[in-house]
């Protein structure tokens, strides 16, 4: 029995150290529901089309990626509330910038990656130097962008030239770009948090933040880091997001409720909400599910208002489904 | 030995002494609503006319009672986030259901008041019950309330007020003494803010709403009925914002979004009248003057000649910049 080979082993312990969480469970329920209502109710097509199981795949890139930059933060025990301003101001100054013109797309990543980090390091600075709970730092951060962009840019603004809608058009054999650069992201989280000082860092700060620094940590530097990062995945979403729509508008990020459903997402995903346990693989299918409950509802035709309905519902229950156990009072 | 150094004093210095204690004493939201005041009639003649004046008061009755409300959830160490879906719900369920028709007005409002206690015993249920911080379930619920009251009107508004509707947000009392035109909409603030100052200054009720914000495991082991309190500060809050949706729609008509963004600047209005977000502070008549401080602010922005959508910048740094000040100047003491 224990006369396993060593590859057999290494891939068991490659496999184990994935920390596969248990809500893939749930992702496989969910995907098989959505599938017999559909075949039940419609056309059956999220069964038998390929086109659209994939596409599930590529409306899981705007909110996935982001939501491992919000994994971050909330691991480190803190929150960002900033995101779908971010969005919103990547998506209007890379097309702003951009004008339709190939040469400008260096510049144009340049420039919104550092206002992402410019973003990031503000929030990190406000919750760390300031004391501010991070939770109303970057609720007034995310109000000072919005209040930036809508007195800049009131509708589409510029345009993406062809060459860069390769993002989000692109295809690498039978695999989206996207997609493959959403996995990405996703395994760069994996490496960061379990392979990386930093990502240890982040559990040690966000499970106890004395302790931490007693251990000698520099924790607001890692809660700074965490912000960081968290803000240049949400430039990536909005470059995703732009490409895909061709010109930025500023209304992208809180209509897609990019900072309350990628927080949802990471919660089902098994991450604490108090911060110091969790990972991306469980954030990843808690996107997956997002997006096969909105192919789903596509499919069977459900009033958009009526959406917006089950999202709230959605994003409540999924979160109380974790904390309902537990004995802390929240407020 | 203190005592004996008073005593010596004069009996002038000694008065101004007493002055200044109790000036020191004065909330910061008093003398800067004055200064804004005085620079606010300086820079418009409208305001130095008692119609501007009236009409200044009337036109952020609203924001007050919806602050009153968030008042109640922020010093419990919550937040309500749903307050403006509430008020854009209330606009347009209201403008189906008076169907042009004056007689619908009241049961109209009776419907939207159960609405808007039904929204309070949601949020306060499933953070207390079911332990969803409670920024979380406002924000899933500003986005539920928002849908549902898009579906239920079929995503734009019908009809239009009628004036029995609009009298609570844009009436006047006309031929009063001194003030010769008084907006009925500051009268119903005046209620609700007596009536909300004395549950919560002089009822036992305010007193453990500060105890759950301050230590809800002390207040919970002194007795206080935890998850009650809590529920009831919701539904409070949603109740007010029922009442401020009236008004708002009441002054300013029909619009689907005519409710976005009120919550925050409701938090604001808070945190500018003193209240300390995370619980264990709050006071009625200060967040009043808070939110009329916040829209005085604006009034002044406005006529220096800054563009409305950086009100949202000012709101948001003026959240930082207080929470931030209270949080250092509190570390200091420690």
């Not at chain 2, 409208?46 to 006319?49: D, L």
């Given at each position: 029995m224990t006369t396993t080979t060593l590859p057999g082993k290494r891939f068991s312990q490659f496999f184990r150290s994935l920390?596969?969480?248990?809500?893939y469970y749930f992702l496989i329920v969910i995907f098989l529901g959505s599938g017999i209502l559909d075949v039940i109710y419609s056309?059956?097509?999220?069964?038998?089309?390929q086109a659209i199981r994939l596409n599930i795949l590529v409306r899981s890139v705007a909110l996935g990626i982001v939501a491992v930059g919000q994994t971050l933060v909330i691991i480190s025990g803190s929150i960002d509330l900033s995101v779908a301003y971010m969005i919103s101001i990547t998506s209007v100054m890379s097309s702003y910038i951009m004008?339709?013109?190939?040469?400008?797309i260096f510049l144009a990543i340049v420039v919104v990656f550092a206002i992402g980090a410019l973003v990031g390091l503000v929030n990190g600075l406000i919750i760390?130097?300031?004391?501010?709970n991070p939770f109303i730092a970057t609720l007034g951060v995310g109000l000072i962008l919005k209040g930036i962009i809508n007195a800049t840019f009131s509708n589409y603004t510029g345009s993406v030239p062809r060459s860069f809608e390769f993002f989000g058009y692109e295809r690498l054999g039978p695999i989206p770009v996207s997609v493959i650069i959403l996995f990405l992201v996703v395994l760069g989280g994996w490496f960061l948090l379990s392979r990386t000082k930093f990502g240890s860092h982040l559990y040690g700060v966000g499970g106890n933040v004395e302790v931490a620094r007693l251990c000698g940590l520099r924790t607001d530097r890692v809660v700074i880091g965490a912000h960081i990062l968290c803000s240049m995945t949400a430039v990536l979403t909005g470059l995703f997001i732009v490409s895909r729509l061709r010109a930025g508008a500023p209304w992208v990020g809180p209509d897609g409720v990019y900072d309350l459903e990628s927080i949802a997402t990471v919660v089902i995903g098994g991450t604490l909400l108090s911060g110091g346990k969790g990972g991306v693989w469980g954030t990843l299918a808690g996107v997956i599910i997002f997006s096969i409950l909105s192919t789903a509802f596509n499919q069977l035709g459900v009033n958009p208002y009526l959406t917006l309905v089950l999202r709230g519902a959605i994003v409540i229950l999924a979160v109380a489904s974790y904390t309902y156990r537990s004995k802390n009072m929240v407020a | 030995m203190t005592t004996t150094t008073i005593s010596t004093e004069s009996g002038f210095s000694k008065i101004l002494r007493n002055v200044w204690t109790a000036l020191t004493k004065v909330p910061p939201v008093y003398p800067i609503f004055i200064v804004l005041f005085i620079l606010v009639t300086f820079l418009s003649p409208?305001?130095?006319?008692m119609n501007g004046i009236m009409a200044f008061l009337r036109r952020t009755a609203p924001l007050a009672i919806l602050a009153v409300g968030q008042m109640m959830v922020l010093s419990s160490g919550g937040f309500d986030l749903s307050q403006g879906s509430v008020v854009t719900m209330v606009c347009l369920g209201s403008s189906l259901l008076l169907n042009n028709d004056p007689a619908n007005a009241y049961p109209a409002i009776g419907i939207m008041m159960a609405i808007g206690i039904g929204v309070g015993l949601v949020n306060g249920l499933v953070t207390s019950?079911?332990?969803?911080?409670s920024f979380i379930v406002t924000l899933g619920m500003m986005l539920l309330v928002k849908g549902l009251a898009l579906y239920w009107v079929g995503g734009a508004p019908k009809g239009y007020f009628t004036d029995n509707w609009r009298m609570w947000g844009r009436g006047y009392i006309e031929?009063?003494?001194?003030?010769d035109r008084f907006p009925i909409g500051l009268i119903l603030l005046i209620v609700v803010g007596g009536i909300a100052w004395y549950i919560f200054h002089r009822a036992n009720f305010g007193k453990q709403v500060l105890a759950i914000g301050d230590n809800v495991k002390a207040a919970k082991f002194s007795g206080v009925k935890v998850n009650f309190v809590r529920v009831s500060a919701f539904v409070i809050s949603s109740f007010l914002a029922v009442i401020g949706g009236i008004m708002t729609g009441g002054y300013?008509?029909?619009?689907?979004?005519?409710?976005?963004?009120m919550e925050l600047q409701a938090i604001a209005g808070c945190v500018v009248g003193g209240v300390l977000l995370g619980g264990g502070k709050g006071s009625v008549p200060n967040v009043i003057f808070g939110a009329y401080t916040l829209e005085i602010l604006f009034t002044v922005l406005n006529l220096l000649?800054?563009?409305?959508?950086?009100r949202d910048v000012i709101q948001g740094l003026i959240i930082i910049a207080t929470v931030a000040y209270v949080a250092l100047s509190t570390r200091r003491k420690r």
């Open positions: 920390n596969i969480p248990p809500v056309d059956g097509q999220i069964f038998s089309n004008q339709g013109q190939t040469e400008n760390t130097k300031l004391h501010v | 409208t305001y130095s006319s019950y079911l332990k969803v911080p031929n009063v003494p001194i003030f300013g008509g029909v619009n689907v979004t005519i409710g976005e963004g000649g800054l563009p409305k959508p950086y």
